[in-house]
């Protein structure tokens, strides 16, 4: 094949290992006898030292020993350098950094761990003295974007779980700038399920500036000695005639729904039901024909579709995961449609007397869920068989998760315990990192010796006495379920069982996987050999004029940091409580998507008036920059009612308003404004008292109005009424009822306030 890009472009080939015994590596930054010496290891880590390259190797297999093997000899190389590895959550980077501890001969304090939980200056500093830095990558790309570090003393990236190497995450822009920064560069992306779309793939490798794939199955002459035995065996169950009702009734409301939309000429008389995908581009389609030709029927259109939507995920549930979640949903979307803001779609299901029936039925059919009564089954025999075992359910669904916990701790032996991720959903509290951690820690032990989990333990935890593996429902996804196959049979043998309610769209999604796996595998061989295109462009170098905004630390994760920094600009993170981007002493912009700003509209919690207010009396020159392009149809909302809103903004407010297309577009904007302040009229950023002082009036307006049942109305009619606060603490009983909205209950409870010894 000639010689390689890595040779082409001047930069050498290393020397693999020092030397290799026949059962341990041995190599002076390798802790001896600690690494077994697996040939196949051995062979894709010296592909990975002469290429950049992309390694698909299954899981349990040694994917990070293979890392260790490439960072050990880069480090050997280059006595200068660092290495850094990138794993997408904390549990992973808790876990490989204990991993590079115990291997590498290098002093523990050198290798480190980066997550959001340390301090930007302290990441700064410690960036300064670590080898080996084990970070999550949101952190390293905040880090690189606010230049508190650089890469250009690093001499080898791996990028854990590189399948997610796509769109706007942070390993694309991590990796872009590594080739710009980096003088010795080597990138390593490891996964063991790339996808099965060539697109998806390709883009995988050209974002990570990939120029070899490296596959490895389990049918690999080198590799099949190390694969323990994995029996995989699906287990159908049958729908209950409770469910089966249930079903019926909320599908019959979807039929009458899609009848709707073909009557209103949206899609054709042959079309009985669509995928969610195909409801979703359609309604991406009618948003923006909506925007072009505004009429009655596509707004009829667009409010029918939210209402499919929501249907078509309540007889997913009945279908796949049983009684309790689905009751949970049915009871959200009816609180959703009783309450003051809630959608239109969702009044009118709620409206139908099929709904309430289906309601009713979920919360009170007295019928066991067949596939929880199979977990149990499952998960007792395994546990009368083996006491010692560690077993993992995966379900989709936080509520489904909850529910099996609390459901197999009956069980004798059973010891069970959730494991979600960190974001906050409608009164279920998720996971902080250090708890994750912790749980994973105490189900290793045995402390725990079943994990309920969602998507978020599926990928690359490392607990290599889990036996048993049991999916509540097939995912369509290939990743996903060689993600989760993947946590048995690491260490011995192990067993997946696949849950399929008869004749639902889980035999459906099983056999989608399966599909998608065997494809996955065909398309990494075909494109074995991947060409990489040179990317010269560099990021501006910032001296001293070089153009400056001030950044509030949330937009961080928003991708137009990102894009302004790639245009050059200095970004200074701060924690702003005004405004977003301060590009001057007079220039501030409050940036809002357009859902976001909706929201702001009809959400007392994130009011858009007081917002602008404040922005008003703390610059000069306020500026609102809405970004999308589906302002006037993301909610049921008329666009007189939005462009009211809008001109009260500027007329009443004094705030521009700015629109644009997309983060890209709003970056140029910001950028162009920053550019024209500084540059043209010599205007630096300047942060003024974002905790804007309220004015006397408003203080006094908060003192009174946090009396006892006085809102902000009542308590300007009390001011108005007596004149001034000290007014209002000195009236009598009699005299406070005199106040419209005031009645004799308030009056006594604002005196008990008042007068009740502290």
Not at 108 to 131: A, H, N, Q, V, Y
């Amino acid at each position: 094949m000639g010689i390689s890009p890595r040779q082409e472009r001047g930069l050498p080939v290393y020397s693999f290992m020092k030397k290799i015994s026949d059962e341990k590596i041995s190599q002076p930054l390798i802790k001896p006898d600690r690494i077994e010496s697996r040939s196949y290891q051995l062979s894709l880590a010296e592909k990975a030292l002469t290429n950049n390259s992309l390694i698909v190797l299954p899981t349990g297999l040694g994917k990070t020993i293979i890392s260790l093997i490439v960072v050990a000899s880069r480090l050997s190389e280059f006595k200068e350098g660092k290495a850094l590895i990138l794993s997408p959550t904390k549990p992973l980077v808790e876990q490989h950094t204990r991993f590079f501890r115990d291997s590498l001969n290098i002093r523990e304090e050198e290798i480190l761990t980066f997550t959001g939980e340390l301090s930007p200056d302290k990441r700064e500093e410690m960036w300064k003295r670590g080898k080996v830095i084990v970070s999550t990558p949101q952190v390293i790309e905040n880090d690189l974007i606010t230049r508190r570090i650089d890469l250009e003393d690093v001499v080898q990236i791996t990028f854990d779980e590189a399948h997610r190497s796509v769109g706007n995450y942070s390993y694309v822009y991590i990796a872009k700038r590594y080739l710009e920064e980096g003088k010795n560069v080597n990138i390593m992306g490891i996964t063991a399920s790339p996808g099965s779309d060539e697109e998806k793939i390709r883009e995988v490798c050209e974002n990570l500036h990939i120029e070899k794939i490296e596959i490895k199955d389990e049918s690999d002459p080198s590799v099949f000695p190390y694969v323990y035995d994995r029996s995989l065996r699906w287990v159908r169950v049958e729908m209950s005639e409770g469910l089966k009702e249930i079903r019926d009734l909320l599908t019959g409301i979807l039929d009458d729904r899609m009848k709707k939309l073909r009557d209103l000429g949206m899609i054709g008389s042959y079309a009985k039901d669509l995928s969610k995908k195909e409801l979703l581009g359609l309604q991406n389609a009618v948003r923006k024909k909506l925007i072009r030709e505004p009429s009655s029927d596509l707004f009829s259109a667009v409010s029918i579709l939210a209402e499919i939507l929501k249907l078509k995920h309540a007889v997913d549930l009945a279908e796949t995961q049983g009684f309790g979640t689905l009751t949970k949903y049915l009871e959200r979307l009816k609180n959703e449609g009783v309450s003051k803001g809630g959608s239109k779609a969702a009044k009118r299901t709620i409206g139908d007397k099929r709904f309430t029936k289906a309601l009713y039925l979920s919360e009170n059919m007295d019928e066991k869920n067949p596939k929880m009564e199979e977990v149990k089954r499952i998960i007792s025999n395994k546990l009368m068989k083996n006491k010692d075992s560690r077993i993992i359910v995966f379900t989709n669904y936080r509520d489904t998760a909850k529910l099996v916990v609390k459901d197999i701790e009956e069980l004798e032996g059973a010891r069970p315990i959730r494991f979600v991720g960190q974001a906050n959903r409608e009164g279920d509290n998720g996971l902080r990192q250090s708890q994750q951690v912790e749980i994973i820690e105490k189900f290793k032990s045995g402390e725990y010796n079943v994990l309920v989990a969602t998507s978020v333990g599926e990928e690359g935890l490392d607990i290599p006495s889990t036996d048993l593996v049991i999916f509540y429902e097939p995912v369509p996804s290939e990743i996903r379920s060689i993600q989760r196959k993947g946590r048995t049979a690491r260490r011995r043998s192990g067993e997946v069982v696949i849950l399929m309610t008869r004749g639902t769209r889980d035999e459906a999604y099983y056999w989608i996987s399966n599909r998608k796996e065997k494809e996955m595998k065909r398309v990494g061989r075909e494109n074995h050999l991947v060409q990489r295109q040179e990317d010269q462009k560099k990021v501006a170098d910032f001296d001293e004029e070089a153009v400056e905004v001030i950044v509030d630390h949330r937009e961080l994760r928003s991708a137009v940091t990102k894009n302004l920094e790639e245009k050059g600009l200095r970004i200074k993170v701060k924690t702003l409580n005004v405004g977003d981007y301060v590009v001057s002493d007079r220039v501030c912009i409050e940036r809002k998507t357009d859902i976001d700003l909706l929201d702001s509209l009809f959400t007392k919690e994130r009011d858009i008036f007081k917002q602008m207010s404040n922005l008003r009396r703390a610059y000069e020159r306020p500026i609102l920059l809405i970004e999308g392009e589906d302002l006037y149809t993301r909610r049921n909302v008329h666009p007189n009612a939005i462009r009211g809103a809008l001109s009260s903004i500027i007329v009443d407010f004094g705030v521009s308003i700015l629109m644009s297309r997309d983060s890209e577009d709003t970056a140029g904007l910001i950028y162009s404004m920053a550019r024209r302040e500084q540059k043209r009229n010599r205007r630096l950023p300047s942060l003024h008292d974002d905790k804007t002082s309220k004015t006397v009036r408003e203080k006094q307006e908060y003192l009174v109005s946090s009396l006892p049942n006085v809102g902000l109305q009542t308590a300007k009619s009390l001011l108005f009424h007596f004149g001034s606060v000290r007014s209002v603490f000195n009236a009598r009983k009699e005299e406070l009822m005199e106040v419209e909205n005031v009645g004799e209950k308030t009056a006594v409870q604002i005196r008990k306030v008042i007068d009740e010894k502290y």
